[in-house]
């Protein structure tokens, strides 16, 4: 069998990333020479898993729609902030998802409300829950259309699917 075809025949299985994976490893034998065969399948079917999950953690973050590209680790937990590590780290591991609670950001104007709420919803992407971003003003107006236009129905079930 022709290398090729090997290569083919991963893309139709839609191993795609594996295939990429073993064209490295075709290029550099000298890397992976000592390396059994089984040491070597495992490290290709690493690197397919790896990048299914990376494609999965990127679609679902394009999908969100979120205002701003918040990270955890960038949120500022000045005193005068008000935000307790403690609380927010509880948020951040996602137990209120799978309790299927919600959360309500309050505050004044410029605080961080939208920042905070991005971060969470980095963080749920990251974890594989299925998240959209919405304004409140322009949900409403999203659902005085639909009511209008009758998709309204499709839109509460396209939201209920969303986990967060």
Do not use: W
Request: include cysteine; charged fraction near 25%; aromatic fraction near 6%.
């Amino acid at each position: 069998m022709s290398l090729s075809t090997l290569h083919e025949q991963l893309r139709a299985l839609r191993l795609g990333h594996f295939s990429q994976a073993l064209q490295q490893q075709q290029a550099q034998p000298a890397t992976y020479s000592d390396m059994s065969f089984e040491e070597r399948l495992s490290l290709l079917a690493t690197h397919e898993l790896l990048c299914r999950d990376n494609t999965k953690v990127q679609k679902l973050s394009r999908q969100a729609k979120l205002r701003i590209d918040a990270r955890a680790s960038h949120i500022d937990y000045r005193a005068n902030r008000g935000l307790r590590k403690d609380k927010i780290a509880a948020l951040l591991s996602g137990q209120y998802l799978h309790h299927n609670q919600n959360i309500i950001l309050t505050g004044a104007t410029g605080c961080g409300k939208t920042y905070l709420a991005c971060a969470l919803a980095t963080q749920a992407c990251d974890q594989h829950h299925s998240v959209r971003y919405y304004r409140l003003g322009e949900l409403l107006d999203e659902l005085n259309i639909g009511r209008a236009d009758g998709s309204y129905r499709q839109q509460l079930s396209a939201l209920a699917k969303r986990k967060l």
